[in-house]
């Protein structure tokens, strides 16, 4: 992945966990936590969503990013787009719930949509 994109995908995950960490309702619950603590104390969407969102900024950093955690392969530019925060290819993640869809009888999760 050429360096522009990935700047471009850095500044995007910090300019969001940025928003999460500082909105309005965070503020509101404490406003002397750090990030560490918020990533413990927080038990809600928010928290997950910043967990999510380390992982890919990590990835960044370890020149990860955009790369299947499942095969290795890059990630399809335009998935990348519409869901940033993805760990898997298209193809692994269609495997992916595939299988889900025979252990789980059908239901799906119901956490943060389908990353
Ligand atoms: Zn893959």
Redesign the pocket.
């Known amino acids: 992945m050429d360096c522009e994109v990935k700047m471009k995908y850095q500044e995007l995950f910090e300019t969001e966990m940025q928003r999460l960490i500082y909105s309005g309702e965070v503020l509101n619950q404490d406003l002397f936590l750090n990030e560490e603590d918020l990533r413990y104390r927080l038990r809600n969407r928010e928290a997950l969503f910043i967990n999510k969102i380390k992982d890919a900024l990590e990835k960044i950093r370890n020149n990860t990013f955009g790369i299947?955690e499942?095969?290795?392969?890059p990630i399809e530019s335009k998935r990348l787009e519409a869901r940033p925060m993805t760990k898997?290819?298209l193809?692994?993640k269609e495997e992916e719930e595939f299988k889900e869809n025979l252990h789980m009888d059908g239901r799906r999760h119901k956490s943060l949509g389908v990353y």
């Open positions: 299947c499942k095969c290795g392969e898997l290819c193809s692994c």
